[in-house]
């Protein structure tokens, strides 16, 4: 397998309101919802960085897609970064996150590996990392 990723897929359980979170309070670009007129069909998709985008997709439509049982939802299966180019930065994103309604599950703060990072969930309970890393660039470029 080659080591490329184009899309990360979210199981969410209010599609319209992780629409309005990710849109609305991150102000990610979004053609909003699409796929309605097939059964299991509706998904959100967000471009994020070249060839790389983020969907919304039920999760009792994934669960269906996938041929699995929807299971319950837990925060610590997987967690999603968005690293940014300062400690302020960090911040902005953090309180940007907690005013769209994130929950915020840890502030930023002084990492052990030199860098600055905190933790939210989004309405479904996805972890997010923002972090400040001193030793990556960031490339302001997105893409469709």
């Known amino acids: 397998m080659k080591p490329r990723v184009t899309l990360i897929t979210l199981g969410v359980t209010d599609l319209e309101r992780s629409l309005r979170f990710y849109r609305d ?3 990610l670009p979004t053609d909003g919802i699409v796929g309605t007129e097939f059964e299991h069909g509706a998904v959100v998709f967000f471009p994020l960085q070249a060839h790389l985008k983020l969907a919304l997709y039920p999760r009792r439509s994934l669960a ?3 041929g699995i049982d929807l299971g319950m939802p837990t925060a610590v299966t997987c967690s999603l970064a968005h ?4 400690r302020t930065e960090v911040d902005a994103v953090m309180q940007e996150a907690e005013t769209a309604g994130a929950c915020i599950v840890k502030p930023g703060h002084s990492t052990f590996w030199g860098g600055y990072a905190g933790y939210f969930q989004d309405p479904d309970g996805h972890l997010w990392e923002v972090a400040w890393n001193p030793a990556w660039a960031i490339a302001e470029r997105v893409q469709a």
Not at 83 to 86: C, F, P
């Open 83 to 86: 690293n940014v180019a300062s």
């Open 64 to 66: 269906h897609d996938a």
């Open 25 to 27: 309070g991150l102000g």
